[in-house]
């Protein structure tokens, strides 16, 4: 059980925009900020967001994060199949004094 | 570009100690300052932080594993290490480690990972 809360998949067409929520609580997101990691099959995680809206150069800017209170989320606009991935969010917890993560959420683009 | 990559075991049995090293190139671990993280992930499963070590040497471990978590790092050879005692089944994951410089800016640099079996 993942301490941040996403849906386990979301979907769109090509062209089309697609969210993805993210909810914490008070320790984490309603405290700190947060990011977002794209994972494509069999590879390792990539900062896609940080600090709740910045992109790390050569994100392109389909891509943006919003924060509000203990909840979070991730737009992807122009839905391109190259955005079929696996996408998690994460923050820092105050509490445990570490890292958590949601569970992820699986971007299909049909 | 600082670059990481993990070595060690590919299959630990259960009760024994999973050892990974992450070396660091392009970059030194004494430099910083920077976290330096492991993070694994069990198949079809999310992502857990285990732990991290700073540039100065202070350690942080999640709290669900932090009786048999060991993170230190060796600056002679530049890489960090994980030690995970009495491991079962349910430690069988792909082992990331990872870099940040704060909590605001996120884990930039990961290496490609390495999967670890527990089992007998």
């Known amino acids: 059980q993942s301490v941040l809360t996403q849906p386990p998949s979301a979907s769109g067409t090509p062209g089309q925009r697609a969210t993805i929520s993210c909810s914490g609580g008070s320790s984490n997101i309603g405290s700190n900020t947060v990011n977002w990691y794209q994972q494509l099959p069999g590879t390792a995680p990539k900062l896609l967001i940080y600090n709740n809206n910045q992109r790390p150069s050569g994100v392109p800017d389909r891509f943006s994060g919003s924060k509000s209170g203990t909840s979070a989320s991730l737009a992807i606009s122009g839905l391109q199949s190259e955005d079929e991935a696996e996408y998690y969010c994460a923050a820092w917890d105050d509490s445990l004094n570490g890292w958590v993560f949601g569970g992820g959420t699986k971007l299909t683009v049909l | 570009q600082v670059q990481l990559q993990e070595s060690g075991p590919g299959l630990v049995k259960p009760s024994q100690t999973l050892s990974l090293t992450c070396t660091v190139s392009g970059g030194s671990v004494s430099s910083g300052p920077y976290y330096w993280s492991w993070i694994r992930q069990p198949a079809g499963k999310g992502l857990e932080w285990i732990g991290r070590i700073y540039t100065s040497g202070s350690t942080s471990y999640n709290p669900s594993l932090k009786s048999r978590v060991t993170i230190s790092v060796d600056t002679s050879k530049n890489h960090f290490s994980l030690k995970l005692s009495s491991v079962t089944a349910a430690d069988t994951a792909v082992y990331y480690c990872?870099?940040?410089?704060?909590?605001?800016?996120?884990?930039?640099?990961w290496g490609q990972g390495t999967l670890v079996t527990v089992s007998s």
């Open positions: 990872a870099r940040y410089s704060d909590i605001l800016t996120g884990f930039r640099n």
